[in-house]
């Protein structure tokens, strides 16, 4: 058998209550599972960063054992606050280069060492050095156009894109795969709940790249007798600035029996909640094309395997998710159609679990050593 080792260097960093930084973790502990040898490398950039692996399996609830080094990270990002784009952009590049450069300029290229990112410099610094990088695209942007353009057609490359849409804005690029995200199957335990047919929920994040998903408008919704005498809604992730927000939006409403929301929970909480409730909510704005074209969202896979029916806008990228022809979709701030779309979920039965495999973060890890070894 050949010896599979990874390197996964990252931006990001960690802890972090992103779906983006669970999506890494995620994604390693499937790897890790699949007997790759996976390290993390990541910059120590935020206050709590921290590479101890106790720490990170409490607050990510896995188990699996792998290296996880931090890096220091001596740069404006985060400690400037004026112009807070401008100073990530040259502190992620001036990282990504000294990471590089001190790391992995030595690495035996005749080994069977790979490296994985989600960082445009780290694809571009390690490519450029000769190493083996796959690069895992999320969505579009200048500098990703330019990266891609300089390294996409390099032997040594390889590119995985998280939906269709997002791989045709990249159309030249030499080795590629399409790999939507997936579901941890493991945190679903195998236990019978009792489920509220009429119970929505929404799980993540209430801003997007610092702009509303549209979730006040959603509930203002529920003033409706047509919503608010038979369902319920459930938010959680906000902050605790959001929840007091939204807590006092839905005292104003008299939604108070009908609307909770909560902060940030744990993904065994999420899950508990989850697998009671019936119907789940996926909410962004039109106005992001991120949004719009290019999301593969968590959430949704974990709605699924939870055994939940699925409301959305009616948005390109929602459309190209798997399944996504038993998506029951509504029209952006159209009242009318989200009632038809909620009614439509409660009288719909969910996806059987033995058809989800192909959703699978398992699954999701095996593609993934396929296309890069």
Request: with cysteine; glycine share 4%; charged share 25%.
């Amino acid at each position: 058998m050949i010896n599979k080792e990874l390197i996964y260097i990252t931006y990001q960093t960690f802890p972090a209550e992103t779906a983006n930084s669970l999506q890494t973790i995620s994604n390693i502990k499937y790897l890790a599972n699949n007997n790759v040898t996976v390290s993390l490398l990541f910059p120590l950039r935020e206050k709590d960063s921290t590479d101890d692996i106790e720490t990170l399996k409490k607050f990510y609830g896995f188990t699996e054992d792998f290296l996880i080094k931090g890096i220091p990270h001596r740069y404006p990002h985060g400690k400037i606050k004026i112009f807070p784009k401008f100073w990530f952009h040259v502190s992620h590049f001036l990282w990504a280069r000294k990471a590089v450069k001190k790391n992995f300029n030595e690495v035996d290229r005749q080994s069977n060492m790979k490296f994985f990112t989600r960082s445009d410099w780290i694809a571009f610094f390690l490519a450029r050095d000769g190493q083996d990088v796959t690069f895992e695209c999320h969505q579009p942007s200048k500098l990703r156009t330019y990266v891609i353009r300089k390294i996409g057609n390099l032997d040594n490359v390889k590119v995985i894109f998280l939906n269709s849409l997002l791989k045709e804005s990249y159309p030249k690029v030499k080795y590629s795969k399409i790999l939507h995200n997936g579901v941890d199957q493991s945190i679903f335990e195998k236990t019978e709940s009792i489920k509220d047919k009429y119970t929505v929920i929404f799980t993540g994040r209430l801003s997007r790249f610092k702009e509303s998903r549209g979730i006040k408008e959603i509930i203002s919704w529920f003033q409706d007798e047509s919503l608010n005498k038979e369902f319920t809604l459930k938010i959680i992730g906000g902050s605790k600035a959001e929840v007091h927000d939204l807590n006092s939006l839905i005292k104003s409403l008299n939604l108070e029996k009908v609307v909770t929301v909560f902060s940030w929970m744990s993904r065994k909480e999420v899950v508990s909640m989850l697998n009671k409730s019936s119907i789940g909510l996926l909410i962004n704005s039109s106005s992001n094309q991120h949004s719009l074209y290019f999301t593969s969202p968590l959430k949704y896979f974990e709605y699924l395997y939870a055994q939940l029916t699925v409301v959305a806008p009616d948005f390109p990228s929602h459309v190209a998710l798997p399944f996504g022809d038993n998506i029951n979709y509504f029209k952006e701030n159209d009242k009318e159609s989200f009632i038809k779309a909620l009614k439509s979920a409660s009288n719909q039965e969910p996806i059987a679990i033995n058809n989800l495999d192909s959703i699978t973060l398992s699954r999701r890890a095996r593609e993934i050593i396929k296309f890069i070894y």
